[in-house]
């Protein structure tokens, strides 16, 4: 099962299949405000599930590493950055709603609402932050900055996943409508802490390793 799940993950059209399945989230709410069918106040409403798919595609990402590991499937990581990628593009399309729709494109209008709102103001601090991950999400930009540099940048996905939470959280305590922020929370948490359990396992086996004498005549 394991060879065969692969063994599709590996075909060519999977990740253009994938590329297409991300879109339809975007196409479901163009074609929505294209005909009136967004409810009372589509303003609102591309604004919500704009930031609702960048969560989502949050988690999805996040996922992706304790589904290659736990299942097996290491062909599971080809599709890791596509989804990093997907999730800044949702975000940038929340922003970018955010601007249009609420602000009018007034630039300091939005500064000085980003300032004056601190879950506005963390929302946008985690964009700023997704965007260098999305722009090194390539194969010219890992050669330029090296592997371990890359990774080390990378890892702000987790710091970057903590203010989307924050920001979701106080955005929905104005409308005391916490029931969706505790699952994105459990799940957010879930990943992070199989990560955190991953990483304790793997310092406690190197330590191990170290404290063993080294081999002799006598202990082989």
Request: glycine share 6%.
């Amino acid at each position: 099962m394991t060879t065969a799940g692969n063994a599709f993950l590996l075909r060519p059209w999977v990740k253009p299949l994938l590329f297409v399945l991300c879109l339809l989230p975007l196409a479901w709410l163009v074609v929505g405000a294209l005909t009136d069918r967004l409810g009372a106040n589509p303003a609102e409403a591309l604004i919500r599930s704009t930031g609702d798919w960048t969560l989502r595609f949050l988690c999805i990402t996040l996922a992706v590493t304790p589904a290659r590991v736990v299942c097996g499937l290491p062909a599971l990581a080809r599709l890791r950055r596509m989804l990093g990628v997907f999730t800044w593009f949702y975000a940038a399309w929340h922003l970018a709603a955010y601007a249009w729709l609420d602000m009018g494109f007034d630039l300091t209008e939005i500064v000085r609402d980003i300032i004056k709102r601190p879950f506005i103001l963390v929302g946008f601090a985690a964009f700023l932050l997704l965007t260098p991950l999305a722009a090194t999400s390539f194969n010219a930009a890992i050669r330029a900055l090296g592997a371990v540099r890359w990774r080390r940048l990378h890892r702000l996905v987790y710091g970057i996943a903590f203010l989307a939470l924050v920001h979701f959280l106080w955005m929905r305590s104005a409308k005391n409508d916490l029931a969706e922020v505790a699952i994105y929370a459990a799940i957010v948490s879930g990943l992070l802490g199989w990560r955190l359990a991953r990483w304790w396992r793997e310092r406690r086996a190197a330590l191990s390793q170290r404290a063993q004498p080294p081999a002799t005549c006598f202990n082989r």
